[in-house]
């Protein structure tokens, strides 16, 4: 097994992580409501997969 000589700088380490681009998280829309959510999160609404999960809030 491999065993680190000497400790890397830290320009080194952030250039290694400059390959790892975040991206845009993906939205869709909600089948019952219309309005724009997180992809496998519950709506605001209170549907997560087609069910009722919880009663939505005024």
Do not use: F, W
């Not at 065993?3 to 700088?9: A, F, Y």
């Not at 975040?22 to 519950?42: D, F, I, Q, W």
């Amino acid at each position: 097994m491999a065993v680190q000589q000497r400790r890397g700088s830290k320009t080194r380490k952030a250039k290694r992580r400059t390959h790892y681009k975040l991206s845009a998280p993906t939205m869709v829309r909600c089948p019952n409501c219309g309005e724009y959510k997180l992809a496998h999160k519950m709506c605001e609404c209170g549907e997560y997969k087609g069910r009722q999960v919880i009663e939505p809030q005024d």
